[in-house]
């Protein structure tokens, strides 16, 4: 059984920064590309940035400049710094892995979801 827990979401001011964290925990050989998702109101839930094992990245048009994901693999865990922060960044944030118990396959995993509001 694998686990990820978010950590870090809140309510932060048009301009400001927030940094969230991503722990797993559990059962756990390799753990592969780990992302971060948001999901606004009304809206579907899309890629926020993602990073490989082997530390490359990729981000939404929309955060990049913005936001810089990191993994600690030492850790088991995943951060998302989120710098300049709009309003429409408003989202509930997943975070997102492809874990493989020792010995299986890789299986895809989601965290609970923490909720980054920015209003003034």
Do not use: H
């Not at 001011?13 to 109101?41: K, N, R, T």
Request: charged share 15%; with cysteine; proline share 4%.
């Amino acid at each position: 059984q694998v686990q990820l827990v978010e950590s870090g979401g809140g309510l932060v001011q048009p301009g400001g920064s927030l940094s969230l964290s991503c722990a797993a925990s559990g059962s756990i050989g390799s753990i592969y590309a780990m992302g971060w998702y948001l999901q606004a109101p009304g809206k579907q839930r899309e890629l926020a940035a993602r990073i490989t094992n082997r530390g490359s990245t990729n981000y939404a048009d929309s955060v990049k400049g913005r936001f810089t994901i990191s993994r600690d693999n030492t850790k088991n865990t995943v951060y998302l710094q989120m710098n300049s922060l709009k309003p429409e960044d408003t989202a509930v944030y997943y975070c997102n892995g492809a874990i493989a118990a020792p010995g299986r396959v890789p299986y895809e995993y989601w965290g609970q979801g923490t909720q980054v509001t920015v209003s003034s």
